[in-house]
């Protein structure tokens, strides 16, 4: 009997300025007057992963920056192509921190200047590019496993304070009974560091990432499930809240990390759609 067969392969990197490449403004906050970072709290990484059925491959890539615009975008899809990646098959997402690099130009250290810092955009290029390559380099067959919850306690939404979407979900990638990969979400918008900050943080996403890589193995990607609404209870109330708040993320995981369902393989498929909102002005 035929047998549906998925690969997977994954890798790291650290996406830190490099020494030399100038001043860096601090992203998420001010949108002029925007400071220059200082020092590192937590480092920022990059984590790709790679699947393959046999015929068709993606690449997902979760970045610990503030956000990535299209045209960035297009430049590293445009690389890839090369190693045989589509561009629709290729799928980058930013983690949201308020307190990495400048990386979509709002943030600059006067109005209508931009922060964004050339020289290491093209560093990211790079970096994403050779983690991509490296990834699919390590692909190996695996088996899909989902764990999920909800834990609606650690998040507000200040817009309409009744929808608060508090569900929490990790896909995992294991081979062998050995954990490969995970892929989790939530819905809290990083953005525990203060409007003072000048250190470069991964915010609570980053921190839980290592936490499960030194706990249960793999790399660890963080997608955000929701943006511009909903916001953890400690906002903007710096390190402190910000470790409290990983704590606890970190401890439903493990709550439930074991507590999974097996999911059918099937072959790739690639589904959009497009949706009309209506704006008000």
Not at 191 to 202: D, G, M
Not at 220 to 245: D, N, R, T, V, W
Not at 256 to 280: A, C, M, N, Q, Y
């Amino acid at each position: 009997m035929w047998k549906m067969i998925l690969r997977c392969g994954v890798a790291k990197k650290r996406i830190i300025p490099p020494d030399g490449v100038g001043d860096i403004y601090i992203a998420g906050y001010l949108t002029m007057m925007a400071p220059k970072i200082k020092d590192i709290h937590d480092p920022i990484s990059a984590r790709a992963l790679v699947l393959s059925d046999g015929k068709n491959k993606i690449a997902l890539v979760s970045v610990e920056v503030i956000g990535l615009l299209s045209d960035f975008i297009d430049k590293v899809k445009y690389r890839l192509s090369a190693y045989g990646f589509p561009y629709k098959n290729i799928y980058i997402f930013s983690t949201h921190t308020h307190a990495g690099p400048d990386t979509m130009g709002l943030w600059g250290p006067i109005i209508g200047k931009s922060g964004i810092n050339e020289k290491y955009m093209i560093f990211l290029i790079d970096k994403i590019v050779n983690l991509v390559i490296e990834a699919e380099k390590q692909i190996e067959e695996v088996e899909l496993y989902i764990s999920k919850s909800e834990f609606p306690d650690l998040i507000e939404n200040y817009r309409i304070n009744e929808n608060v979407d508090g569900s929490i979900k990790i896909l995992k990638f294991v081979s062998k009974e050995r954990l490969i990969a995970s892929l989790w979400t939530y819905n809290a918008q990083p953005e525990i560091t203060t409007r003072e900050n000048l250190s470069i943080s991964a915010d609570y996403p980053g921190m839980v990432s290592r936490m499960i890589e030194d706990e249960y193995g793999g790399v660890s990607l963080f997608a955000l499930g929701l943006c511009g609404a909903q916001s953890p209870i400690y906002c903007e109330e710096g390190y402190e809240k910000m470790e409290i708040f990983t704590n606890k993320v970190f401890s439903k995981i493990k709550e439930i990390f074991e507590d999974d369902k097996k999911l059918e393989i099937s072959p790739i498929e690639i589904r959009f759609r497009k949706v009309k909102l209506k704006l008000e002005i």
